[in-house]
């Protein structure tokens, strides 16, 4: 048998090993993901936070200057003199301050540092002054004249051209302040008053430390014009993804073992499911069952539908559903349908049919795409005529919608050396009816589901008026399956359907019991009993 010979877990190896990396990676790569999304978003508030902090002791700092600025405001019209002492205490004893004074147009006249001299105040602040010079004015300046050391902040009040006040605050404040605050993470901190000198705290060189770039807030006063950068190394960002990903890790290994034991139990169910299969060929567990056909014209047996039956060692009996679904997807299809031809040869030797006998053979989609497929079926047909037996090929819609031309021309092929061909479970898979006219075949075997119907669907089944009207259309005989009560014989007489297959006629059997019911039952004609509620 050719296709026995595939080795044992040849088949899907590859992908089996593509599950297993997937399901111990996938649960660590999100474990990446999550711990970077979680970084990010305690990065975005520790930069929040930080800038606030900076923020609000900015300007408590300015209200305070401000507070001065206008207090400043009684000493005009005064001269230097009368005010300089007061000046002086004001600026010694209030926090913050570096120095307060008076202006008069362009020039300090008076000031806490340097006492009753005019100065251009362009010259105490080192900075050009704007034009006109604002009513309200703050700027961090780099340095001032009397402290060349130090960057400060300036605030001014200008009522008049010929009076105003202003005082300096030391910004070795803000830098205390922001030096607290941001030197245990490394943060590179800046803070701005207007449109003056940028005030920085921390490592300065962002190249060779490695920022990155979106961690940088700015917060402002709007009033007060301050902004407040804060800019966090990309090591903190790294630190805190590293720290996530570790906490997760025992979480991530524990989905992976589990992902890994899942794909493993899968793949070992599908690995014994396919030995089985083998196995079972192997150890002859398999055996066929025949469903007699019953010809209403002729009212006679006119065939059978071969059908496969899988009785484990145990004594358990699997259903064809579920392993020919197995053999489907295990690539095992082709070897257990040739597996049934040797069974079907070695029964049907013992069989005595009339000459127009016709056994339905299901054939799976993957067989017909086979090369070898019209000689398999020609080998068998070799080994049944002698015995008086056709065959049916009984196809599935999928046979006939995957590679068409090649389908067809088999098939064709096929039904002129005297094959008959039908298409199975009608209306149950997908196939555009276009296919129903292009194909060469002889019958419709429509699906138990439709013929259910006409018990259950109090006198309406217009699906399954619609195929019997439908085949009739395309010349196509008819075969109802799974016919089990009398009225839906009686329905399906009175529609014309030529051949009836179910439970009513007879049920699936072994071979030896088959040939006994032909004896006994296949000559005569149905019995079916009368029906009274008639529906036609
Ligand atoms: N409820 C009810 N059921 C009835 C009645 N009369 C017959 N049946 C069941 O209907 C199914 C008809 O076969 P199918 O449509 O070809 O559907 C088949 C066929 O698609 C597949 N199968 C069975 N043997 C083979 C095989 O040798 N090769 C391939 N490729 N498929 C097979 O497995 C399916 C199921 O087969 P089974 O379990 O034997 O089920 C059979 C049969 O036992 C009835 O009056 N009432």
Redesign the pocket.
């Known amino acids: 048998m050719k296709g026995l010979a595939i080795k044992s877990g040849e088949v899907g190896l590859p992908r089996y090993l593509l599950l297993l990396v997937a399901a111990v990676l996938l649960p660590l790569l999100l474990g990446v993901v999550f711990s970077f999304v979680a970084a990010r978003q305690e990065i975005k508030q520790e930069l929040e936070t930080t800038s606030k902090a900076i923020l609000h002791q900015a300007e408590s700092i300015s209200r305070q200057a401000w507070q001065m600025v206008s207090y400043l405001g009684r000493f005009r019209g005064q001269l230097c003199p009368e005010v300089l002492p007061e000046l002086v205490r004001l600026a010694t004893l209030s926090p913050y301050f570096r120095s307060l004074g008076l202006i008069q147009g362009q020039d300090m006249y008076c000031s806490s540092i340097a006492g009753d001299n005019r100065i251009p105040f362009n010259e105490i602040i080192i900075q050009p002054l704007p034009s006109p010079f604002p009513v309200l004015w703050n700027t961090s300046l780099r340095v001032t004249r009397g402290v060349k050391t130090r960057p400060a902040v300036m605030f001014s009040e200008m009522p008049s051209a010929d009076f105003g006040a202003f005082a300096i605050v030391d910004a070795q404040y803000l830098i205390d302040i922001m030096s607290a605050i941001g030197s245990s993470q490394n943060y590179l901190l800046g803070i701005k008053f207007g449109e003056g000198y940028l005030i920085e705290e921390g490592h300065p060189d962002r190249q060779a430390f490695g920022f990155i770039s979106p961690s940088h807030h700015r917060e402002s006063a709007a009033h007060d014009a301050i902004s407040v950068d804060v800019t966090i190394p990309a090591s903190r960002m790294m630190r805190l993804w590293w720290q996530g990903f570790i906490t997760f890790l025992p979480f991530g290994l524990i989905i992976s073992f589990i992902f890994v034991s899942f794909v493993r139990s899968w793949q070992q169910r599908k690995m014994s499911l396919k030995d089985e299969l083998r196995k079972g060929m192997l150890n002859n567990e398999f055996a066929?069952?025949y469903?007699p056909v019953y010809d209403t014209v002729r009212e006679r047996c006119g065939g059978a539908?071969?059908?496969?039956?899988w009785n484990r060692a145990g004594g358990r009996s699997i259903?064809?559903?579920v392993f020919?679904t197995a053999?489907?997807s295990e690539g095992l299809?082709i070897p257990?349908?040739l597996h049934?031809f040797q069974l079907l040869a070695a029964d049907v030797r013992h069989w005595q049919v009339p000459d127009d006998f016709h056994l339905?053979?299901?054939?799976?989609a993957e067989?017909i795409q086979h090369p070898d497929f019209a000689d398999d079926i020609r080998r068998l047909a070799a080994q049944l005529s002698p015995h008086h037996v056709k065959i049916t090929l009984?196809l599935?819609e999928r046979s006939l919608i995957s590679n068409t031309s090649d389908v067809m021309l088999k098939l064709t092929q096929l039904r002129k050396e005297g094959f008959l061909i039908a298409i199975?479970?009608f209306g149950t898979g997908h196939c555009s009816l276009s296919y129903l006219q292009t194909f060469p075949l002889d019958y419709l075997?429509i699906?138990?589901g439709f013929v259910?119907t006409i018990e259950s669907a109090a006198n309406d089944t217009p699906i399954l008026d619609t195929i019997i009207s439908l085949s009739k259309r395309l010349k196509l005989a008819m075969v109802a399956?799974?016919?089990?009560s009398a009225e839906e014989y009686q329905y399906l007489k009175h529609c014309g359907v030529e051949y009836m297959?179910?439970?009513?006629y007879a049920?699936?059997m072994a071979s030896r019991q088959f040939v006994y019911w032909l004896q006994e039952r296949g000559e005569g004609p149905m019995e079916v009993a009368p029906v009274y509620q008639g529906r036609h």
């Open positions: 066929v069952h469903q539908e071969a059908l496969l039956r259903s064809p559903d020919i053999a489907e299809i257990l349908t049934l339905g053979i299901n054939i799976a067989h009984e599935t199975d479970d075997k699906d138990k259910g399956e799974g016919v089990s297959q179910g439970y009513l049920r699936p």
